[in-house]
């Protein structure tokens, strides 16, 4: 079946303008994650979705971030104001249940000139 | 004491031979620990998961030691498609928030 795909693949954007960007899980996969990944580093936990609820936000910087699931599915991260070391690799993860093997998507590269 | 430690390396072998990465974790309530691939400018993938004490297979054996809070992984007969960087999983006890090593990064040479 599909995988999980993230949209867009690439984004540049300028330094202060607001970025979306979508991520859509395996179907039937309740749980999402997302994370942000630097060049040399592992992920970085930033917000995980039981359903259509943040369980759990802690990983989310500062409040320039945000995430929505509204129908349990799709998933968008949204970055207002967006400063240089907001440049990365986003990546979206799902998993039924919740902590089992996790699928990720390809990523999103953002990079904030 | 870093959540979840790995040495970045890099690691670099020769086809055919045996090479064992150590992940030491800081949260003595993790019960599930996983084993991630993540070659250059890909998104990880799921290499082996470990809930006991280990688990195997084929040419992988991922072992769990809980006194010392670490888990390893051994390649046996190294390949050169086995050049990746190799990421330790540790879920923080008690919830579902997974904490990433840095990898550690494997290279097999002819």
């Known amino acids: 079946g599909a995988g999980v795909s993230q949209t867009p693949s690439n984004k540049v954007t300028e330094k202060g303008k607001y970025v979306e960007l979508r991520c859509d899980p395996i179907?039937?996969?309740?749980?999402l994650y997302w994370y942000r990944q630097s060049l040399g580093q592992g992920p970085e936990f930033l917000i995980y979705?039981?359903?259509?609820?943040?369980?759990?936000d802690s990983g989310l910087p500062n409040d320039r971030f945000f995430a929505v699931r509204p129908e349990g599915s799709v998933s968008t991260l949204k970055i207002q104001r967006t400063e240089r070391g907001d440049s990365a690799v986003y990546l979206c993860?799902?998993?039924?249940?919740?902590?089992?093997?996790?699928?990720f998507g390809p990523g999103t590269r953002l990079t904030v000139t | 004491r870093k959540e979840v430690e790995q040495d970045p390396g890099p690691f670099n072998v020769p086809e055919g031979a045996t090479v064992a990465f150590n992940c030491t974790y800081s949260?003595?309530?993790?019960?599930?620990f996983f084993w991630y691939r993540q070659d250059c400018r890909k998104e990880p993938k799921l290499l082996m998961s470990?809930?006991?004490s280990g688990n195997e297979d084929g040419r992988f054996t991922a072992q769990l030691n809980r006194a010392s809070q670490y888990i390893s992984l051994l390649i046996r007969d190294s390949k050169l498609s086995d050049s990746a960087t190799y990421l330790c999983?540790?879920?923080?006890?008690?919830?579902?928030?997974?904490?990433f090593g840095r990898g550690t990064s494997l290279i097999v040479h002819p």
């Open positions: 470990v809930y006991s």
């Open positions: 949260n003595s309530a993790s019960q599930s």
């Open positions: 179907s039937g996969h309740t749980a």
């Open positions: 999983v540790v879920p923080s006890g008690g919830s579902y928030i997974p904490t």
């Open positions: 993860a799902s998993s039924s249940p919740p902590l089992h093997e996790q699928y």
């Open positions: 979705f039981q359903g259509t609820g943040a369980a759990d």
